[in-house]
């Protein structure tokens, strides 16, 4: 065992194959009445940063549980590169896993914490030493190894937690939340450095978060769940500018929503009616005329039609009311109000040189068709 670790630990750093895929498959788990999990099927790349993201309760721990075999799935399938695990108990499925509440042993030090892990499996107690001092270097702790978790800050018992989490070499890291009590400014440090972790070890990492900011910033791809299902899945850039339904566009970023009614499909541009003005949206489907919809924009992405920005790309127009203006420092934030009620948010980047507007003043805004989108 211990001649495997090693030889595991001095793979090449760009190895492709150090990461475990995992397939879930019609996934599903029952509690009582509650369909916590209610079939996700999800396929998780080799060495990718995958997220889950959802509201609380949306299913993402139940989901975690089973894929470290803490749970049972009720129904489905787990797979870790292409073998069903459901019938492995979780010591055999050689995973890592850092929770949000740290759970390091308080009457251990540093290193014997670390080094929990090896030697349940075994390894010799040098050997055990040499890889804990690595996993300490790894997590940018090295020197804290007989201090106890007591002696540490919030941020260092975590990254203690993720040290014990890698250092037996695993193809795959769960982590569920592991930011979730720290203050913001560390919780953003340790982001970045959850990202170097994740190049430098080149393994796959299952990441559980409800913090959307957190999932854009960190992942490869997201899944974005809600009610024990996947609502999409997609690259942050894919769900932030190409949401498939209302709850992805309103829970990642801010969204304005306009009710509209199809009047037309122009190649895969569909035309609406909101407020009398025709409205331009990206749309995959063909509504049909008549249809009752909704549209949905970003509101950086909007601009009073006024102002120094020069358009280049098709765009659509609309007249409101200006109903709020905030200072934000970088930004002003307006609430506006189209003539049929539709309140939507303007985020506009600030500048002296830019004149703020009055509440109560009326304005054209114009934004891009392809920042428009039928959801
Ligand atoms: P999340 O991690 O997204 O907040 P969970 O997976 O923890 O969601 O929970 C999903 C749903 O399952 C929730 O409604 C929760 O109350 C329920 N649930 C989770 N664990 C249990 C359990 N052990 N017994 C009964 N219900 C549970
Ligand atoms: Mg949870």
């Not at 509650?34 to 959802?54: K, P, Y």
């Not at 695993?170 to 190049?199: F, I, T």
């Not at 609309?318 to 109000?337: D, K, N, P």
């Amino acid at each position: 065992m211990a001649a495997e670790l090693k030889l595991m630990g001095e793979a090449g750093m760009n190895d492709a194959g150090r990461g475990a895929s995992v397939t879930l498959a019609d996934l599903e788990k029952r509690y009582d009445r509650v369909n916590a999990v209610d079939g996700v099927s999800l396929d998780i790349l080799s060495g990718e940063f995958l997220t889950l993201l959802g509201p609380s309760g949306s299913g993402k721990t139940s989901t975690l549980m089973m894929i470290a075999g803490f749970e049972t799935p009720t129904a489905g399938d787990i797979a870790i590169d292409g073998t069903s695990v459901v019938a492995m108990p979780p010591y055999r499925r050689n995973i890592g896993m850092v929770f949000q509440n740290y759970a390091l042993f308080p009457h251990l030090t540093v290193d014997e914490n670390i080094g929990f892990p090896l030697k349940q499996r075994g390894v010799p107690k040098a050997e055990r030493a040499k890889l804990v001092a690595e996993a300490l270097e790894l997590v940018h702790l090295p020197g804290y190894g007989e201090r106890y978790p007591r002696q540490l800050s919030g941020g260092q018992q975590q990254r203690v937690a993720v040290a014990r989490a890698v250092v037996f070499k695993p193809r795959l890291l769960l982590m569920d939340e592991p930011l979730g009590a720290l203050d913001k400014q560390l919780r953003e440090n340790l982001q970045l450095e959850m990202r170097r972790l994740h190049s430098d070890l080149g393994i796959t990492f299952i990441y559980v978060t409800h913090d959307q900011e957190e999932a854009l910033t960190m992942s490869d791809r997201i899944a974005v769940m809600n009610d024990g299902k996947v609502a999409q899945v997609g690259s942050p850039e894919d769900l932030y500018d190409r949401p498939s339904d209302r709850f992805v566009a309103g829970f990642i970023g801010e969204s304005n929503f306009l009710p509209a009614i199809v009047r037309g499909m122009e190649d895969d541009v569909v035309i609406a009616e909101c407020d009398g003005a025709l409205i331009r949206a990206m749309c995959p489907g063909r509504p049909a005329s008549g249809d009752k919809v909704t549209l949905t924009t970003r509101p950086e992405r909007l601009r009073f039609a006024d102002s120094a920005w020069n358009a280049t790309t098709p765009q659509n127009r609309l007249s409101v009311t200006v109903t709020e203006a905030v200072f934000a420092g970088e930004r002003c934030r307006y609430m506006l109000q189209a003539g049929d009620g539709t309140s939507m948010v303007l985020k506009e980047p600030s500048s002296a040189a830019i004149r703020r507007r009055a509440i109560g003043e009326r304005a054209e805004i114009s934004w891009s068709v392809a920042d428009t989108i039928l959801v």
